[in-house]
């Protein structure tokens, strides 16, 4: 059975630094994009980050650019996601996903595998 477990969540001030972790339980891991997604409180769900299957391209949205580093370990079949300068508005559930395919995608249909969440408060 295919798995995402995200970790690395927590509370931290404005300004502050994290890193996410998910671990995929695929064998396929290696061999598919992947992506970081968040919603926040009231929110939709919305794109964070993707990365092929190498690792060799990525993308960001916009409001993460230049703060927030999608990575992966393919040896380890974990996918990161260095978080710096966070601001409040940063609040919400990540998630990892598994792409269909072997690039990453900002369009959330273009995954079929999700892990469970892991929560990121961000204090003013």
């Known amino acids: 059975q295919v798995q995402l477990v995200e970790s690395g969540g927590g509370l931290v001030q404005a300004g502050g630094s994290l890193r996410l972790s998910c671990a995929a339980s695929?064998?396929?891991?290696?061999?598919?994009?992947m992506g970081w997604f968040r919603q926040g409180p009231g929110k939709e769900r919305e794109f964070v980050a993707a990365i092929s299957w190498r690792g060799a391209r990525t993308s960001y949205a916009d409001s993460v650019k230049g703060r927030f580093t999608i990575s992966r370990d393919n040896a380890k079949n974990t996918l990161y996601l260095q978080m710096n300068s966070l601001k409040p508005e940063d609040t919400a559930v990540y998630y990892c996903?598994?792409?269909?395919?072997?690039?990453?995608?900002?369009?959330?249909?273009?995954?079929?595998?999700w892990g469970q969440g892991t929560q990121v408060t961000v204090s003013a």
């Open positions: 996903a598994l792409a269909k395919g072997l690039s990453g995608s900002s369009d959330s249909t273009m995954y079929d595998v």
């Open positions: 695929i064998r396929s891991f290696g061999s598919s994009g």
